[in-house]
């Protein structure tokens, strides 16, 4: 390994919402915990360079995507992903949830309804229904530890005369779907046919596992003028506090009416931090990203073995991307507040409630496998052993 993957970085009274907002009882306990979605590991040594150079120039002002920054993004979608933009494209906002939002306002009236697959992160349910719309969910089908979309469902909820938008999570978090290319071309035919714009929030495209491919949503043909693109430097590369995301509306009409709705909302700045970033993340990356997943795929193996081995009461779905996994705990026959209280109290184990992403995570876990391998073994010791005390 060029990169290192294995050191325990102290992040406490740093401000970090997974350390410093931990529960109180486990916050002198020496866990990495695996909760909110941002990595153990330090971004990439060539961004942490530029980053220093450019707090080093000391001119903090109000930054734009200029040309180095958008052939830096240009040149990532085109050698990671295939894809090919252009640069009026873009649309800069501080943040995908901060997207969703400005969508949901300059796409939808009040009486219109949203539909979205469930489980799913959170903030889904949020940007629908804090802005007043209307909520329709297509629960997703669990198949073996596998989830699948309901077609006939979302051809049905799709063809609602209420529906206008669908926030569609690709990859999807929290259950670890790579959605294939086929399933995402029924997806796009359905919402064009109905009339629904899709926007597809992407942000776990880089966080693919072997064996797996992420299709660009508005790649598939006819797609591109019925969709909004979000992607961001984020979750790839460890950098979400650098608050800057990169959103693609091909349509020109479409376009116009999302980024009044962002100006409005008051986006139009790269941040200064973050432009400088982008550039080296983007072009400098690569290899650091190839390094992490090969990191994250052999801690989701180890959990798959030890669940398998000494926790076969419970199961695991296997990740196809992110580095989220999804643990089905319903074997112990707690509801989701039990649960919380044997996680924190017993197993001394900070993770997420699925019931945080939609009911039918009930019973489940969410664990963030974007740590140190050691971590991970600590923490399933943990459970082992509060599991046998049971
Ligand atoms: C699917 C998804 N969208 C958006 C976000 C957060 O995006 P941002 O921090 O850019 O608002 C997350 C973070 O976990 C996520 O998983």
Same mark, same amino acid.
């Given at each position: ?5 294995t ?8 401000g ?7 529960p ?9 915990p695996?909760?909110v ?10 961004v ?22 958008m ?7 085109k050698?990671r ?6 640069d009026?494209?873009?649309v800069?906002?501080?943040?995908i ?10 796409f939808?009236a009040?009486e219109d309804?949203?539909l979205i697959m ?9 940007a629908?229904l ?16 596998r ?7 979302? #051809?049905?909820?799709?063809? %609602?005369? /209420? &529906? ?5 999570c690709?990859p999807?978090?929290p !259950? =670890?779907r790579?959605?294939t ?13 109905n ?13 693919i ?5 992420h ?13 909004i ?10 950098l979400?506090?650098?608050?800057c ?26 941040p200064?931090?973050?432009?400088f ?9 690569? #290899?650091?990203?190839?390094? %992490?997943? /090969? &990191? ?10 030890? !669940? =398998?081995k000494?926790?076969?009461?419970f ?14 705990m319903?074997?112990?026959g ?18 997420n409630d ?10 489940f ?6 740590l140190?391998?050691?971590e991970?073994?600590?923490a ?11």
């Open positions: 390994m060029k990169y290192d993957f050191t325990k970085i102290d992040r406490s009274n740093t970090a919402f997974k350390y410093d907002f931990m109180e009882s486990l916050r002198d306990s020496g866990i990495v695996m909760t979605a941002d990595m153990e590991f330090s971004a990439p040594p060539e942490n360079e530029a980053v220093a150079a450019a707090a080093h120039h000391g001119c903090y002002g109000y930054t734009g995507p200029d040309k180095a920054f052939d830096a993004v240009k040149h990532w979608q050698t992903h295939g894809w090919d933009i252009e009026d494209w873009y800069v906002t501080n943040g949830v901060q997207a969703l939002g400005i969508a949901v306002r300059a939808t009040p309804s949203v469930t489980p799913v992160y959170h903030p889904f349910y949020g629908v804090d802005n007043g719309r209307q909520l329709v969910t297509s629960a997703l089908i669990e198949n073996a530890g989830y699948e979309i309901d077609f006939e469902d979302i #051809e049905a909820k799709a063809a %609602l005369p /209420s &529906v206008k938008l669908m926030l569609l690709s999807h978090n !259950i =670890g790579v959605w290319r086929e399933e995402l071309e029924k997806i796009s035919e359905i919402c064009l046919k009339g629904v714009l899709v926007v597809s929030d992407e942000i776990h495209n880089d966080l596992m072997p064996g797996n491919r299709t660009v949503f508005a790649s598939i043909p006819g797609a591109e003028d019925n969709c693109v979000c992607t961001a430097i984020s979750k790839t590369f460890n979400a506090g650098l608050s995301s990169n959103i693609f509306v091909p349509n020109e009409k479409l376009r116009e009416k999302f980024s009044k709705q962002a100006h409005t909302d008051g986006c139009g700045c790269v200064y931090i973050a432009r970033a982008t550039i080296a993340a983007y072009n400098k990356g690569s #290899e650091w990203l190839d390094e %992490l997943i /090969s &990191v994250v795929d052999a801690n989701f193996r180890l959990l798959y073995d030890f !669940i =398998g000494r926790l076969p009461q199961s695991v779905t296997r990740a196809e991307g992110t580095y989220l996994a999804w643990i089905d319903r074997s112990l707690m509801g989701h507040e039990k649960l919380n209280e044997f996680m924190v109290e017993k197993a001394m184990i900070a993770d699925g019931e945080m992403f939609g009911s039918a995570g009930d019973g876990r969410r664990w963030n496998l974007a140190p391998k050691a991970l073994e600590n399933l010791e943990r459970l082992e052993k509060a599991v046998k005390e049971l």
